[in-house]
């Protein structure tokens, strides 16, 4: 008891009654999603053109407590067909990628796409589309809270970083994307196709790590 509760309680005046702290103004805003509404909602999304022609949306996967976020375009025809990002010939170049800095896919590392739906014949993704499906990636970032994103080919990491530079241009260096550092690297469909760059990814991928071990 307080020495003020001890005087107003010798007085006759206890028990004291304080008023609780004031509920948030908030309450009238409805809260943010979490993982239960985003994984409902992205399956029954019909925000864009692109749910006409899908399989089946790819949400992303992996572990939902990475300090490892990888982010790509959009699904191709295997994705499509499975549901999972990066299942194709991309998808394996990219398990090895991560082998060599000693990561795996699931463990300690979530993989999503820019796009949850494949856009037909692989076509690049349309200003709209991408509108209309990026609040999905911006709400698994805040539920992942990863340490560092990594954008994987141009389109990606143009979205991101809202700018019309190139890979190479962007390589080597730390930028934000809602407040969590990111890095570009090549594409690994890309890398298929050009394979004197994979050094270059390879180097982004050591730079990727010496930048976690300081976040
Ligand atoms: N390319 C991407 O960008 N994402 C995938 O999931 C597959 C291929």
């Not at 389109?155 to 969590?180: H, M, P």
Request: charged share 25%; net charge positive; with cysteine.
């Amino acid at each position: 008891m307080t020495r003020r509760h001890e005087v107003l309680a010798e007085m006759g005046l206890a028990p004291v009654w304080r008023l609780r702290n004031k509920p948030v103004q908030e309450e009238t805003k409805s809260p943010a999603p979490g993982w239960i509404e985003i994984k409902q909602a992205v399956p029954a999304c019909t925000a864009c053109g692109l749910h006409k022609t899908r399989t089946q949306t790819v949400f992303g996967v992996g572990d939902e407590n990475a300090d490892w976020m990888l982010i790509g375009e959009a699904p191709g025809a295997e994705e499509d067909r499975l549901g999972e990002p990066f299942v194709g010939q991309a998808g394996k170049l990219l398990d090895n990628m991560l082998a060599a800095i000693d990561l795996k896919r699931g463990e300690n590392v979530y993989i999503a796409n820019v796009l949850k739906c494949r856009p037909p014949g692989n076509r690049n993704p349309e200003p709209d589309e991408v509108a209309k499906c990026t609040p999905f990636l911006k709400t698994q970032i805040a539920l992942i809270q990863p340490k560092l994103i990594i954008a994987m080919g141009r389109f990606a990491a143009q979205t991101l970083l809202s700018s019309d530079a190139t890979i190479a241009s962007l390589r080597g260096k730390v930028y934000r994307y809602e407040g969590v550092p990111l890095i570009v690297t090549y594409h690994p469909a890309y890398l298929l196709r050009n394979l004197p760059d994979k050094a270059k990814a390879w180097a982004d991928l050591v730079f990727a790590k010496k930048t976690m071990a300081t976040l």
